[in-house]
């Protein structure tokens, strides 16, 4: 599994991207690689679970969402879990 954790600006670039970026997530949920995603409560930021098989695979959903890329999205940390409890 992978984690991916955004923190987010105040650019309204980020709202206006976030309808796609949401389908693209339930589409990524139904597919079985993204087990869980949501914003913190304060929206600073959110934080994305993956289930895919490999640092490739996780780079490339990353690459294919724009969203990740759209003004007031920062990637702030990515890196691979090791869950114990599921």
């Not at 991207?17 to 304060?42: F, S, T």
């Not at 990740?68 to 114990?84: D, F, L």
């Amino acid at each position: 599994m992978f984690i991916l954790e955004l923190s987010f600006g105040d650019e309204p670039d980020r709202l206006a991207a976030r309808p796609a970026h949401r389908e693209r997530l339930q589409a990524l949920h139904q597919e079985g690689r993204l087990v869980m995603a949501g914003p913190y409560a304060d929206d600073s930021g959110a934080l994305l679970i993956f289930d895919v098989p490999d640092a490739e695979a996780f780079a490339a959903v990353v690459a294919e969402d724009p969203y990740y890329r759209t003004p007031g999205v920062t990637i702030a940390n990515q890196r691979e879990w090791s869950p114990i409890v599921r």
